[in-house]
């Protein structure tokens, strides 16, 4: 089990007049007593206030961040990384004693996890076997180093896992975490270290009881049921119970839950469930391509020979999903494997449709082409022939062939004048026109393909690039009356008929154009640009008044070190489950009250994670 993975800027002149700070507080690193100078008698050991004094300036920094200059972030950067280098020096130098648990338990818990995460295990073990000894929320750490020591067996004990167990300590017999008679409900840390224990040990039912109880807690959070889930699922397989894997994973949410739903059908020798429930998962939409990517490959190696058994709409909706994948001429392949004729009609049509695109995704323009003609001769709806042509268009513009692909895009726009299909083709034709024709033949095909368009951002787009187009072509007046209908919330539209204002002469039009742009919508290209123009006419006057008063973010109350979930998720992340950690702090960040959100956002801020 993997212990410790480890969870300023400013001009020249600022970074050299900070020369001088560095040098110093360097001069102070290198200066610090370390070993040898002791405490008093009962006083805390050194490293406790330079802990202190470290998150002090770790949260100097953060406010430093939000309200303070380049240069003052970047005095605060140093002053930080100075006081993280004498308080790492001073606990390292430092050999706990007995006098130990004399330290407030927060520091305590924050300097043993501070250790486990540069790496020094043995140390950081002093303080677990020593003064924590009995903490509960590092318990899993213990027993995860027992288990890395060959000592699984006592690390078992040590959770009181399973909940029967009990470990004697000394002449006592204790209750263990969490038992079944009192003490507080086990967290998600105490029972992923008791299964991957158990599992080591080979004790199986251990193994999958500590599952089930962190499946069903409350505490887990979506990431450690889809760590149980897996973990579960993994179990079941080496068991020889596919099916229990199959019921467990029936809704995978990542690649890797989906990969092993597929090993779970073909392991209970259905090869069919396996393809389509990859093939389900590789084309949900909302999920990363990278996740549904391996899915996909693996539901079509499945595939291989089993064309005919699969389900027609099964089989074409993969043979579509390798395709949009990157892997097409795998999707033809697997088309052409498919010996059991279509259905109907209707199931002929859509084999056609998805043998044309991916011929046209594997840049087989005059296959895809002769396909969509075939499809456009078997579809009858306008609707269904307009997508064809669309189809066509755009595998005729592949194939460099200006003609036909013309033609089709005016067929498509024409076969449905108020449909999503027409709208499309008749921006394309124009971009298409625009791209490789002259400025006088490309804006009547502009001014044309305006009466197609009807989604805001395709109108203001197809306004402002048929008026420039008119513009190039040397007449204004053309221009103007395309871009006299754009509405007043239209920054391109507003802020090109201000420009061929200013060119004819008009500036109180124009003048009162970039106003409107400039102001409503100031950050954007048309709203900087608008800006400039104004400048340029000696109406600066009339630039918007942006607030120039800083949000001054608050200083913390520093409670993270005491907050059970900050320890819980610190000890998760030390165990190797970082993103079921980095999932529960951002829960708390969303959901906790005013102080635990705030601290858990800092602490995402500190592993640069800046929204939630």
Same mark, same amino acid.
């Given at each position: 089990?993997?212990?410790?993975?480890?969870?300023?800027?400013?001009?020249?002149?600022?970074?050299?007049?900070?020369?001088?700070?560095?040098?110093?507080?360097?001069?102070?690193?290198?200066?610090?007593?370390?070993?040898?100078?002791?405490?008093?008698?009962?006083?805390?050991?050194?490293?406790?206030?330079?802990?202190?004094?470290?998150?002090?300036?770790? /949260?100097?920094?953060?406010?430093?961040?939000? *309200?303070?200059?380049?240069?003052?972030?970047?005095?605060?950067?140093?002053?930080?990384?100075?006081?993280?280098?004498?308080?790492?020096?001073?606990?390292?130098?430092?050999?706990?004693?007995?006098?130990?648990?004399?330290?407030?338990?927060?520091?305590?818990?924050?300097?043993?996890?501070?250790?486990?995460?540069?790496?020094?295990? /043995?140390?950081?073990?002093?303080?677990?076997?020593?003064?924590?000894?009995?903490? /509960?929320?590092?318990?899993?750490?213990?027993?995860?180093?027992?288990?890395?020591?060959?000592?699984?067996?006592?690390?078992?004990?040590?959770?009181?896992?399973?909940?029967?167990?009990?470990?004697?300590? =000394?002449?006592?017999?204790?209750?263990?975490?969490?038992?079944?008679?009192?003490?507080?409900?086990?967290?998600?840390?105490?029972?992923?270290?008791?299964?991957?224990?158990?599992?080591?040990?080979?004790?199986?039912?251990?193994?999958?009881?500590?599952?089930?109880?962190?499946?069903?807690?409350?505490?887990?959070?979506?990431?450690?049921?889809?760590?149980?889930?897996?973990?579960?699922?993994?179990?079941?397989?080496?068991?020889?119970?596919?099916?229990?894997?199959?019921?467990?994973?029936?809704?995978?949410?990542?690649?890797?839950?989906?990969?092993?739903?597929?090993?779970?059908?073909?392991?209970?020798?259905?090869?069919?469930?396996?393809?389509?429930?990859?093939?389900?998962?590789?084309?949900?939409?909302?999920?990363?391509?990278?996740?549904?990517?391996?899915?996909?490959?693996?539901?079509?190696?499945?595939?291989?020979?089993?064309?005919?058994?699969? =389900?027609?709409?099964?089989?074409?909706?993969?043979?579509?999903?390798?395709?949009?994948?990157?892997?097409?001429?795998?999707?033809? %392949?697997?088309?052409?494997?498919?010996?059991?004729?279509?259905?109907?009609?209707?199931?002929? #049509?859509?084999?056609?449709?998805?043998?044309?695109?991916?011929?046209?995704?594997?840049?087989?323009?005059?296959?895809?082409?002769?396909?969509?003609?075939?499809?456009?001769?078997?579809?009858?709806?306008?609707?269904?022939?307009?997508?064809?042509?669309?189809?066509?268009?755009?595998?005729?513009?592949?194939?460099?062939?200006?003609?036909?692909?013309?033609?089709?895009?005016?067929?498509?726009?024409?076969?449905?004048?108020?449909?999503?299909?027409?709208?499309?083709?008749?921006?394309?034709? #124009?971009?298409?026109?625009? !791209?490789?024709?002259?400025?006088?033949?490309?804006?009547?095909?502009?001014?044309?393909?305006?009466?197609?368009?009807?989604? =805001?951002?395709?109108?203001?787009?197809?306004?402002?690039?048929?008026?420039?187009?008119?513009?190039?072509?040397?007449?204004?007046?053309?221009?103007?009356?395309?871009?006299?209908?754009?509405?007043? !919330?239209?920054?391109?539209?507003?802020?090109?008929? #201000?420009?061929?204002?200013?060119?004819?002469?008009?500036?109180?039009?124009?003048?009162?154009?970039?106003?409107?742009?400039?102001?409503?919508?100031?950050?954007?290209?048309?709203?900087?640009?608008?800006?400039?123009?104004?400048?340029?006419?000696?109406?600066?006057?009339?630039?918007?008044?942006?607030?120039?008063?800083?949000?001054?973010?608050?200083?913390?109350?520093? *409670?993270?070190?005491?907050?059970?979930?900050?320890?819980? *998720?610190?000890?998760?992340?030390?165990?190797?489950?970082?993103?079921?950690?980095?999932?529960?702090?951002?829960?708390?960040?969303?959901?906790?009250?005013? %102080?635990?959100?705030?601290?858990?956002?800092?602490?995402?801020?500190?592993?640069?994670?800046?929204?939630?």
């Amino acid at each position: 089990m993997t212990l410790g993975p480890a969870a300023g800027k400013g001009s020249i002149g600022a970074a050299v007049a900070l020369l001088p700070s560095l040098v110093s507080l360097l001069s102070l690193v290198a200066a610090a007593p370390l070993a040898s100078a002791q405490p008093p008698i009962g006083a805390p050991p050194a490293w406790v206030a330079r802990r202190e004094a470290w998150l002090d300036a770790r /949260e100097t920094r953060r406010l430093a961040r939000w *309200n303070e200059s380049s240069a003052a972030l970047a005095a605060a950067d140093l002053r930080a990384a100075a006081a993280e280098s004498l308080y790492r020096a001073s606990l390292r130098a430092w050999t706990p004693d007995a006098a130990a648990i004399r330290i407030p338990l927060a520091h305590l818990r924050g300097a043993a996890l501070d250790l486990l995460e540069e790496g020094a295990i /043995e140390r950081a073990s002093l303080l677990l076997e020593g003064a924590l000894r009995d903490d /509960e929320p590092l318990l899993p750490i213990r027993a995860a180093l027992l288990g890395r020591s060959g000592r699984a067996e006592q690390g078992l004990a040590l959770l009181a896992w399973p909940p029967d167990r009990r470990l004697a300590r =000394g002449d006592r017999w204790l209750a263990g975490f969490g038992s079944p008679s009192s003490g507080p409900a086990r967290d998600a840390a105490h029972l992923l270290t008791a299964s991957a224990l158990a599992d080591s040990l080979g004790q199986a039912r251990a193994s999958r009881s500590a599952l089930w109880a962190l499946l069903v807690s409350p505490d887990a959070g979506p990431s450690g049921r889809d760590e149980a889930r897996r973990l579960l699922a993994r179990r079941f397989l080496a068991d020889g119970t596919p099916r229990l894997a199959v019921d467990i994973l029936s809704d995978p949410s990542t690649g890797e839950q989906a990969l092993l739903l597929g090993q779970a059908f073909a392991q209970a020798r259905d090869t069919t469930g396996a393809v389509e429930a990859l093939t389900r998962f590789g084309t949900r939409s909302g999920v990363a391509l990278s996740e549904r990517y391996p899915a996909l490959r693996r539901a079509a190696d499945f595939a291989k020979g089993r064309a005919d058994s699969l =389900g027609e709409r099964s089989h074409l909706d993969l043979c579509r999903a390798l395709g949009d994948a990157g892997e097409a001429d795998r999707g033809l %392949a697997l088309l052409a494997a498919r010996r059991r004729p279509a259905s109907d009609s209707a199931a002929t #049509a859509l084999r056609l449709d998805v043998e044309a695109s991916l011929y046209a995704r594997a840049r087989r323009f005059s296959d895809a082409m002769a396909s969509y003609r075939a499809l456009a001769a078997r579809s009858t709806a306008p609707a269904a022939r307009a997508r064809a042509a669309l189809g066509f268009a755009r595998a005729a513009r592949g194939a460099k062939i200006f003609g036909a692909m013309d033609s089709a895009f005016l067929s498509a726009a024409v076969l449905d004048p108020a449909g999503p299909t027409g709208e499309q083709a008749a921006w394309e034709r #124009a971009r298409e026109w625009e !791209d490789q024709r002259s400025a006088p033949e490309t804006a009547p095909v502009f001014t044309w393909a305006n009466g197609y368009l009807r989604s =805001g951002a395709l109108k203001s787009a197809g306004r402002v690039h048929g008026a420039l187009a008119w513009r190039r072509a040397g007449s204004p007046d053309s221009a103007r009356a395309l871009l006299a209908g754009a509405p007043s !919330d239209d920054a391109p539209g507003v802020y090109w008929r #201000a420009r061929l204002a200013l060119a004819a002469g008009d500036s109180a039009a124009a003048r009162t154009g970039f106003r409107g742009v400039s102001r409503q919508s100031p950050t954007t290209y048309e709203g900087i640009r608008a800006g400039d123009e104004l400048r340029a006419m000696g109406a600066a006057e009339d630039l918007p008044q942006l607030a120039t008063t800083p949000v001054r973010v608050a200083r913390a109350a520093r *409670n993270e070190d005491l907050d059970t979930a900050a320890v819980e *998720n610190r000890v998760l992340a030390a165990l190797g489950w970082d993103a079921i950690s980095t999932e529960r702090v951002k829960r708390v960040a969303r959901e906790g009250d005013p %102080a635990r959100a705030l601290a858990a956002t800092n602490a995402l801020e500190e592993s640069g994670v800046f929204r939630v």
